[in-house]
């Protein structure tokens, strides 16, 4: 018997009541009651239609046929744990393989991307007999504690770095150490990792791998510099340790031209161990970890069976296999090369036409829009980005959300169907929002940027509020 829908202020109150409070909702103030979805669209309990430019879960398009109907079909058959033998997990390891280095050719199915980096980090740790770990600054690779230690985008808010953590620099080359004028950023941000190990080097202690994202998200969608990856794998695997690229957020075609972001940093790049995550099974728990048969045998030979429950089951299985199969099917790949490049193209020129636009970064469907209030200072415009945000989804029904060490960066992880029709009114509505915000915000905000806290001086607005209000309606009357 089909359940009676309750109405949004039902299911907010219930949810209050009901569900911890550190399990945050996207638009707090506000939040949206998503009750359908199809392709790059969310659709609300009144049918409003939002356009998704956050889920880069649903990797290729909400609730896709191929996929209900892959899952479905294996539901109805058989469900069963990995410990029997079944076709569906090694077709799946087989179709991955052939997307990734030979070498890479051992592959452990879990349930999520923490789940998988927890893995890379036991697997690191038995192969290895070493301890301690390099992560970059702001980076985040999961909620289990394991990975919250390994995580400065976490454990700096919480009992801070362990002594077995080393963070190096984010290689940031718009507001980092070294910048885009640099005459080799990728060496110059690889030494600051070399420079790292020697410390620990000196403190005793040995290093058993080095994690990071192949473009860091949280860390406000960086595109890494070239070079940066190859250097740093000789230098950690010098000192005899591991190089895990966490895929989770980026994997499977995200950046268009390569499969996988580690990719970007050359044909001859690869790393020791490969996670990923999010977008496996469209939004059915699916994720993995791949490494190389000499790691792999180290861990068997601990003695230690490793079993997951629901990790590589049937429909698991059945699910990864269609997304492959719609990924090649609907030339998606293609498709985030093509509208990526428009949109970042369009973003670009919008950059000419608002001063607060500091940086316009990414490749494929992965981009980000970096906010500031000055240029030359890079101040963040944190407030600014917030309030982008809030107007496109209340003026035009448009998801974006922000990331980065001041929640600054405007970004795009669209489903990988978003097309040019979608990448044109995104851009033209962030170009009004612009606009009406440049018009009434003459004063600009201050902001710590060190203790990220932000304050506005009085009279910041040169209009009386009445004023502000009448002007900001008719500019959304004659958008």
């Known amino acids: 018997m089909a359940q009676e829908e309750l109405r949004k202020e039902e299911t907010l109150a219930m949810r209050n009541r009901l569900i911890g409070q550190s399990c945050k909702l996207f638009y707090s103030e506000d939040p949206v009651k998503i009750v359908r979805a199809r ?7 009144n049918g409003k239609r939002y ?6 879960v649903q990797h290729v398009g909400h609730c896709h046929p191929a996929i209900t109907k892959a899952a479905a079909a294996q539901m109805d058959v058989l469900n069963t744990n990995s410990r029997f033998l079944h076709d569906n997990i090694v077709l799946y390891a087989d179709r991955l393989a052939a997307t990734l280095p030979q070498k890479l050719c051992v592959f452990y199915f879990v349930n999520s991307g923490s789940e998988a980096n927890d893995l890379a980090l036991r697997l690191a740790h038995q192969y290895t007999q070493h301890e301690d770990v390099v992560v970059l600054d702001h980076a985040y690779h999961g909620h289990l504690m394991s990975l919250i230690d390994i995580s400065p985008y ?14 190096a620099p984010l290689p940031d080359t718009y507001r980092g150490i070294y910048r885009e004028d640099h005459p080799n950023p990728g060496q110059a941000y690889a030494d600051t990792v070399k ?8 403190k005793g202690r040995k290093i058993s791998a080095f994690f990071a994202e192949s473009l860091p998200s949280v860390g406000g969608q960086i595109i890494l510099p070239q070079g940066y ?30 499969f996988w972001a580690f990719q970007l940093q050359g044909d001859d790049f690869c790393p020791d161990i490969v996670t990923m995550g999010k977008p496996m099974g469209n939004g059915h728990p ?10 792999a045998g180290a861990f068997t030979a601990n003695g230690v069976e490793y079993f997951n429950t629901f990790g590589g089951t049937p429909v698991s299985c059945a699910v990864g296999l269609a997304v492959l199969d719609v990924i090649v099917e609907e030339d998606l790949r293609g498709n985030a090369v093509r509208v990526g490049a428009h949109l970042k193209d369009l973003l670009t020129k919008l950059k000419a036409r608002h001063e607060i636009i500091g940086d316009v970064r990414g490749v494929g469907l992965f981009l980000g829009i970096e906010l500031v209030i000055d240029r030359e200072k890079k101040t963040p415009a944190t407030e600014a980005a917030a309030h982008v945000v809030k107007r496109l989804k209340e003026e035009d029904q448009i998801c974006v959300s922000t990331d980065g060490p001041w929640e600054n960066v405007l970004k795009f992880k669209p489903p990988m169907c978003f097309g040019m029709e979608n990448a044109e009114l995104v ?22 940027t060190t203790s990220h806290n932000i304050s506005l001086p009085p009279g910041k607005c040169s ?10 309606t008719f500019i959304i009357q004659n958008k």
Not at 242 to 247: L, Q, R, T
Not at 434 to 446: C, F, I, N, Q, Y
Not at 463 to 472: A, S, V
């Open 39 to 45: 392709g790059q669209y969310l659709f609300d309990e």
């Open 51 to 56: 356009l998704d430019c956050i889920s880069n």
């Open 154 to 167: 976490k454990f700096r808010k919480l009992a801070g770095q362990k002594e077995w953590v080393h963070v």
């Open 195 to 202: 420079d790292l190990i020697e410390d620990v080097h000196k």
């Open 229 to 258: 990856f190859p250097k740093v794998a000789e230098y950690v695997r010098s000192a005899g340790g591991v190089f895990v690229a966490d895929e989770v957020q980026t994997g499977f075609g995200r950046v268009g031209h390569h």
């Open 286 to 295: 699916l994720a993995c970890v791949a490494t190389t048969a000499e790691i």
């Open 427 to 448: 851009v033209q509505c962030i170009d009004r929002i612009l606009t009406v915000t440049s018009l009434m915000t003459p004063h600009r905000l201050e902001v710590n």
């Open 463 to 472: 209009l009386p509020e009445d004023d502000i209000l009448k002007f900001h």
